[in-house]
């Protein structure tokens, strides 16, 4: 290389200057590493923790000297400052900086848990403030539609589900719809039927209930109050409160009121729940045929509802009410259940603490509710829910007690109810009487009810039409109102005929008398049975013709009467179905009479069950019929001997005006009922030897003597 392509040399200056020894520093080879490092993670601190403005965080670019990195890194680091003083105090700057690092870890440590927690703040807060956010327009949305604010309503059912008073484990079921109900739109078909649902356990009582009025005296004024007579009902009651009385914890009773239409059933309940001082509903169980009727429906079905104990509970408001479930022997079964078996559990005191009802999902206690049933009739209840209620028979009324019952309910009610001062109308007893024997035939009031209601709106129009009017209506004006008279004393104006005699029948609407009429004609030996008779009394029939045809010597008749001739058997009325074995001796009687050509007495009425021996069996409903022999105008009762028993259940009046003859066999029957003797015996007619007055009931005779 030539000289000219040669580069310029370098030239120290002739002189330079002189620096002093403590600004000339010689770092340890470890120290360039470290000072880089730190740098790093300074910028890095500066930038992250937020506490520092942008200008500051740039500044670390800046700095080449260990030492001033070190002297910044104390200015700006957020720690105390005897750790700071500590620092600075370590010996040579390679200590420094190591010092420094393991302070800015720790403090870049933090700032991440910081920054950590702060993000999860910020999305909560942001959460937080997004369903406030909705909430708010929810509420001003539910205003403007005029509906209430679901959140309010929620905190409204859960501090009533506290209230309520439930058992532990339905009011976690509340709580936990309630939760649910919360979370779900207020218009969502879920959430209304959560909602009703929750209303639905708020409103039945499950601690409220009302206090046992337990004074007999002030009960049984109430009772008497009410209703006249029913002694034997009124003295349960009484028990009852009794024993309420010496124990609290004694469980209602299951009563079953049996008796005809009109006889009190239903109001005497009302009457009973006054006595007692409790709450009353009634449930009318009359064609009811469904399950879910009883135990309600699921809430899965569209417009489910409890079942009509709970709905009875929810209006009654207490616990311990007393709840009337009418008409249970007309309830009838199909293929949506058994009704009846439905109500077993109701009505079983070992089951009816824990009452599980279909919509409801808990269960209720129904240990403390008073239950009584009414019915007409008993054959029509199955076995298992009869077994469960304490039977309590209502009689029909008497004549003197139908009186009584009109002159002291009936009649001031039906004053008030026509807009009647006392005295403008006033009955009498014999026009009572006279509209009773000559327009009702039934066990109750209701059709007297009906009649001087009929009455008492004529007298009304008089008043409003100023007509004058006798203030206490006679026979011609009762007549004049209520039409001609409907019922004769049919069997006081009966004829004494051969073939015809007075039986007496028991039905729903209480005794009646049935005449059955028997005619022997020319034939081939058939027996004819019209009137619409059932199936029992069809083989009554049969087995009183089999006893006279195995009496057929005594009687006088050939043994071939029966071959010769057609037997027709007649129940008047045909319309009316009629049924059961207590008109056998009636119709073998009436058979007798119409072979023999002897008539039956007209003035004496039987009942009672033959058997092919002629034995005479017991029978039912004997009080009906002994009052329905009254009605007719029948003095003489001829019944079976081991129903001597039943005549203490008759009133007074009832034993003294109607001589009661008690028979074992049909030849007794026969020896009372004819009007002639109609046995043979060695070729003679004698009567039936005349038998001792039996010891079993004052009342009772035997053979026709009193």
Not at 275 to 296: H, Y
Not at 379 to 398: K, Q, W
């Given at each position: 290389m030539s000289d000219a392509e040669s580069p310029p040399k370098f030239r120290l200056?002739?002189?330079?200057?002189?620096?002093?020894?403590?600004?000339?520093?010689?770092?340890?080879?470890?120290?360039?590493?470290?000072?880089?490092?730190?740098?790093?993670?300074?910028?890095?601190?500066?930038?992250?923790?937020?506490?520092?403005?942008?200008?500051?965080?740039?500044?670390?670019?800046?700095?080449?000297?260990?030492?001033?990195?070190?002297?910044?890194?104390?200015r700006h680091l957020a720690t105390k400052a005897a750790e700071r003083q500590a620092v600075l105090a370590e010996p040579g700057v390679k200590k420094q900086l190591e010092s420094i690092f393991l302070i800015m870890e720790r403090e870049m440590e933090i700032i991440k848990i910081e920054n950590r927690v702060k993000g999860h703040v910020k999305r909560q807060m942001g959460q937080t403030q997004r369903e406030y956010y909705l909430n708010e327009q929810m509420k001003a949305i539910q205003k403007e539609l005029g509906r209430n604010d679901q959140k309010s309503e929620t905190d409204e059912l859960r501090e009533k589900i506290k209230k309520a008073g439930m058992p532990k484990d339905v009011e976690q079921k509340a709580e936990k719809e309630a939760a649910k109900l919360e979370q779900m739109a207020p218009m969502s078909a879920e959430g209304t039927v959560i909602r009703n649902y929750l209303e639905w356990l708020l409103d039945v009582p499950w601690n409220t209930r009302s206090a046992d009025k337990l004074d007999t005296k002030a009960a049984k004024k109430v009772l008497d109050e009410d209703h006249y007579g029913l002694e034997k009902i009124k003295d349960r009651i009484l028990d009852y409160l009794a024993v309420r009385k010496l124990s609290k914890s004694g469980r209602g009773p299951i009563l079953c009121?049996?008796?005809?239409?009109?006889?009190?059933?239903?109001?005497?309940?009302?009457?009973?729940?006054?006595?007692?001082?409790?709450?009353?509903?009634?449930?009318?169980?009359?064609?009811?045929?469904?399950?879910?009727?009883?135990?309600?429906?699921?809430?899965?079905?569209?417009?489910?509802l409890p079942g009509r104990v709970i709905q009875s509970m929810k209006k009654a408001g207490t616990v311990n009410p007393v709840m009337m479930l009418d008409e249970v022997d007309k309830m009838t079964t199909d293929f949506r259940g058994d009704t009846s078996a439905a109500l077993l559990e109701v009505l079983d005191p070992e089951q009816n603490k824990a009452f599980s009802d279909h919509y409801l999902e808990v269960d209720y206690d129904l240990s403390e509710v008073m239950f009584i049933t009414t019915a007409n009739v008993l054959?029509?209840?199955?076995?298992?829910?009869?077994?469960?209620?304490?039977?309590?028979?209502?009689?029909?009324?008497?004549e003197e007690e139908k009186i009584e019952i009109t002159l002291r309910h009936l009649i001031p009610k039906l004053v008030r109810e026509h807009g009647l001062k006392p005295g403008q109308i006033v009955f009498t007893r014999n026009v009572l009487s006279f509209i009773i024997r000559g327009y009702t035939r039934e066990g109750g009031v209701r059709s007297i009810e009906r009649l001087v209601a009929k009455i008492c709106r004529r007298t009304s129009r008089y008043v409003v039409e100023g007509k004058k009017f006798n203030p206490r209506p006679g026979v011609s004006v009762v007549e004049k109102v209520l039409g001609p008279v409907k019922y004769k004393n049919e069997a006081a104006a009966a004829h004494e005929d051969a073939g015809f005699a007075n039986g007496l029948a028991w039905t729903e609407t209480g005794g009646e008398m049935m005449q059955i009429e028997v005619s022997v004609v020319p034939g081939k030996g058939k027996l004819i049975l019209t009137g619409k008779l059932g199936e029992v009394m069809r083989e009554s029939a049969q087995a009183a013709l089999t006893y006279i045809r195995s009496r057929s010597r005594r009687f006088s008749l050939p043994s071939n009467f029966y071959s010769r001739a057609d037997i027709h058997i007649h129940a008047p009325e045909g319309a009316i179905p009629k049924d059961g074995p207590s008109a056998g001796i009636t119709m073998a009687a009436a058979m007798v009479s119409a072979f023999c050509k002897v008539p039956v007495r007209y003035d004496v009425a039987m009942t009672g069950e033959i058997t092919l021996r002629g034995k005479v069996l017991p029978i039912g409903g004997l009080k009906e019929k002994a009052l329905a022999a009254l009605r007719f105008g029948i003095r003489t009762v001829v019944m079976p001997k081991d129903n001597v028993g039943d005549l203490e259940d008759l009133p007074k009046n009832v034993r003294k005006e109607i001589k009661f003859v008690p028979v074992e066999s049909m030849d007794a029957v026969l020896d009372v009922v004819m009007t002639k003797p109609v046995f043979r015996r060695d070729g003679k007619k004698v009567r039936v030897s005349r038998q001792k007055k039996p010891a079993g009931h004052p009342h009772a005779t035997v053979g026709g003597v009193n």
């Open positions: 200056p002739a002189t330079l200057p002189l620096l002093p020894l403590r600004d000339i520093v010689v770092f340890p080879k470890m120290v360039v590493p470290l000072f880089v490092g730190r740098k790093s993670i300074l910028e890095k601190y500066l930038k992250t923790g937020g506490q520092f403005p942008p200008e500051v965080a740039a500044m670390p670019a800046g700095i080449d000297d260990p030492e001033e990195l070190v002297n910044f890194t104390m009121l049996v008796g005809a239409p009109g006889v009190g059933k239903t109001s005497l309940g009302k009457s009973i729940a006054r006595a007692l001082g409790r709450k009353f509903v009634r449930v009318s169980l009359g064609g009811v045929r469904d399950e879910a009727e009883i135990r309600g429906h699921r809430r899965t079905y569209i417009g489910a054959h029509s209840i199955p076995a298992p829910l009869l077994d469960r209620m304490e039977v309590l028979r209502l009689s029909g009324y008497t």
